[in-house]
């Protein structure tokens, strides 16, 4: 599953709009809206903000946390 599905997953597993969810995160409605969109990933703090949500709420991390590290991999080396 990609980055941004997973993010989406994790928002909608605790049934929020993106604007409630990037309130819980103390980042911008549209920081969350480009990460669920694909067109960036969030920079160290906020991923610790998240990983600190999803712990808080009881929900795994460690596939969102395998895609934030992968995120970009498939376009760096002209491959897929």
Known sequence: ??????????????????????????????????????????NLVAIKSIKDFCEAHNIDFTNLEREWFDYGKENSDGSK
């Open 1 to 42: 599953m990609s980055f941004a599905q997973e993010i989406k997953n994790i928002r909608q597993h605790c049934f929020l709009s993106q604007e409630a969810f990037a309130r819980e995160l103390k980042v911008s409605f549209s920081s969350v809206n480009r990460w669920e969109s694909g067109r960036s990933k969030p």
